[in-house]
């Protein structure tokens, strides 16, 4: 294969073979190959080494796609694939045994077990601010779990898409995994087909008509739509760690990540002093301008800088001057930041604006960009009562020293994930889930929890014969005393009522002690073995 990404060239999947390719996949799936554990390994195993034999091409793609440097392109796409993938390579043999629920003296006798079977043909559909990570992540997740899975991959990282498809065709098995690239057109053919499991990423909007189209197949999804997540600064805390993980924070591929900080809310009190610390951090990230630094991607499309770019025009806030020597702020601030951006290279400056109040145009979606607005509040209730009068942020989070102060953020708030003095990270932490809630989505994955989200969880029984000697109450004709007895064998006792105190004979111990006096009495006079 070329060494040159120029070579790569993004083709859209006709639309009359996207049927036929959902079709291929069943046949693959229903050949029964990823009943073996080690086909699914050697499936893993040969992603793995897709992402790591390919590493210079993707960051490459990466470069041309969205300017991203070598180390974003490591740190943030390849490296969590790969090591998702190794995860559930370690994990697989484990995760999908048998499990047996916990014992009862009622159905224990039935050998109950629960089986972990692949649900069938899954459809992941990536997007473009992360194409790899959350693309190739949940398949990880199909892969393990048994399943044939289709991905389609964003039209708007060409070289990346173009890239990747070409290489599932050397690395995978084409039976059962194949990329489908193409725009709206494509998309909607594909979500008129039935699939098994549905994982997508990406608005809100967008999440509603996949939700949508999935409902008239009754097909199962996983939605991460992102939000507007917001960041509670304490200012009694070191602000200088604060403000360099915060601003580390936004601007890691340049603000278009869905758990990056969307505000910042922090007691009136304490604005100047967290600005101050953001100058200082900005010196430090980029010394010589952020026109000049080379850490900085650039926003994917035209369509997307414009969008930004129209938001500073449009903010209330003041920007501040982070951009030279003059320390000035308002209209000084707001003109620097918008002499650095350049349309043609897609570059917005990370842009800081304080004084911003929730009824300014920064603060009417997620901004999904580097611009970071600071709005002054009170008091913590109401950052609260903001945060909570707006959809479930994908994440939450809280800097501050004080137990108490984080407690009761937390407790108070609902988001898909919530970090203590830190921000984005989570969902690089082995065994935690990715996932939101409500309007920022619903379901998880990353390793074992996408293993989960592609697994069906099949019940089973093996009962023998001789059970009916407990349970034949359960056969008519029905009588008052069947229906004692079905109470006393299967009816809960409940707890004491509130004020009470708790009766040796209404506790379940005392009822399995008397099941087993009468299970000893049968067995000592013969009834069991002369059944069985």
């Given at each position: 294969m070329s060494d040159d990404i120029e070579t790569y060239k993004l083709e859209y999947t006709p639309l009359d073979e996207i049927p036929k390719i959902r079709d291929k996949l069943r046949v693959g799936f229903s050949s029964g190959r990823?009943?073996?554990?080690?086909?699914?390994?050697?499936?893993?195993?040969?992603?793995?080494?897709?992402?790591?034999?390919?590493?210079?091409?993707?960051?490459?793609?990466?470069?041309?796609?969205?300017?991203?440097?070598?180390?974003?392109?490591?740190?943030?796409?390849?490296?969590?694939?790969?090591s998702e993938a190794m995860e559930s390579y370690q994990n697989v043999e484990k995760w999908s045994k048998p499990t047996v629920p916990p014992w009862t003296l009622e159905f224990s006798v039935m050998r109950p077990k629960v089986y972990k079977e692949p649900k069938g043909v899954g459809l992941v559909i990536g997007p473009f601010n992360?194409?790899?990570?959350?693309?190739?992540?949940?398949?990880?997740?199909?892969?393990?779990?048994?399943?044939?899975?289709?991905?389609?991959?964003?039209?708007?990282?060409?070289?990346?898409?173009?890239?990747?498809?070409?290489?599932?065709?050397?690395?995978?098995?084409?039976?059962?995994?194949?990329?489908?690239?193409?725009?709206?057109?494509?998309?909607?053919k594909i979500l008129e087909l039935q699939w098994d499991h549905i994982v997508f990423t990406g608005s809100g909007a967008v999440g509603k008509i996949v939700a949508t189209a999935a409902a008239k197949h009754l097909t199962p999804t996983t939605l991460e739509l992102g939000g507007q997540s917001p960041v509670f600064v304490d200012p009694r805390m070191d602000l200088k760690s604060a403000a360099r993980r915060i601003l580390w924070?936004?601007?890691?591929?340049?603000?278009?990540?869905?758990?990056?900080?969307?505000?910042?809310?922090?007691?009136?009190?304490?604005?100047?002093?967290?600005?101050?610390?953001?100058?200082?951090?900005?010196?430090?990230?980029?010394?010589?301008?952020?026109?000049?630094?080379?850490?900085?991607?650039?926003?994917?499309?035209?369509?997307?800088?414009?969008r930004i770019k129209k938001l500073v025009e449009a903010t209330h806030g003041t920007v501040v001057d982070v951009f030279g020597d003059s320390q000035s702020t308002g209209a000084n601030g707001k003109q620097k930041a918008l002499g650095l951006m350049k349309r043609q290279d897609r570059f917005i400056p990370p842009t800081i604006v304080q004084d911003v109040t929730m009824e300014d145009p920064l603060m009417q979606q997620e901004i999904f960009g580097p611009l970071l607005p600071i709005v002054p509040v009170k008091d913590f209730e109401e950052a609260i009562s903001i945060t909570n009068s707006r959809d479930h942020p994908l994440a939450l989070y809280i800097f501050s020293d004080d137990q108490k102060l984080k407690d009761q953020i937390r407790n108070n708030t609902q988001s898909?994930?919530?970090?203590?003095?830190?921000?984005?990270?989570?969902m690089a932490v082995p065994g935690m889930p990715f996932g939101g809630i409500g309007g920022s989505g619903y379901g998880s994955h990353t390793s074992k929890f996408s293993y989960d989200t592609f697994t069906h969880l099949?019940?089973?029984?093996?009962?023998?014969?001789?059970?009916?000697?407990?349970?034949?109450?359960?056969?008519?004709?029905?009588?008052?005393?069947?229906?004692?007895?079905?109470?006393?064998?299967?009816?809960?006792?409940?707890?004491?009522?509130?004020?009470?105190?708790?009766?040796?004979?209404?506790?379940?111990?005392?009822?399995?002690?008397f099941l087993f006096a009468l299970v000893g009495l049968m067995l000592k006079y013969g009834p069991i073995n002369r059944i069985s």
């Open positions: 990823l009943k073996s554990i080690e086909y699914r390994k050697q499936q893993l195993t040969q992603l793995m080494y897709m992402m790591k034999d390919n590493i210079g091409l993707y960051e490459q793609a990466f470069k041309k796609d969205m300017g991203r440097s070598s180390f974003e392109t490591n740190l943030l796409e390849l490296n969590g694939v790969i992360y194409p790899i990570l959350c693309s190739l992540g949940p398949l990880v997740g199909a892969i393990a779990a048994g399943c044939a899975c289709a991905v389609k991959l964003s039209e708007m990282t060409p070289y990346v898409s173009a890239l990747t498809a070409r290489l599932f065709t050397k690395y995978l098995d084409t039976d059962l995994y194949v990329v489908i690239n193409g725009g709206i057109p494509e998309t909607t924070g936004k601007t890691i591929n340049v603000g278009q990540t869905c758990t990056c900080p969307n505000h910042i809310l922090v007691p009136s009190s304490g604005q100047d002093a967290l600005v101050n610390a953001l100058k200082d951090a900005y010196a430090e990230f980029y010394p010589n301008g952020p026109q000049n630094s080379d850490g900085l991607g650039r926003m994917v499309s035209v369509t997307h800088f414009d898909g994930a919530v970090g203590c003095n830190e921000v984005c990270v989570h099949r019940s089973s029984l093996d009962s023998p014969r001789w059970v009916d000697l407990f349970f034949s109450f359960r056969f008519p004709p029905y009588t008052a005393g069947k229906l004692r007895q079905a109470r006393t064998m299967l009816l809960p006792r409940l707890p004491p009522r509130p004020g009470t105190q708790k009766s040796l004979f209404s506790s379940k111990w005392f009822r399995w002690s």
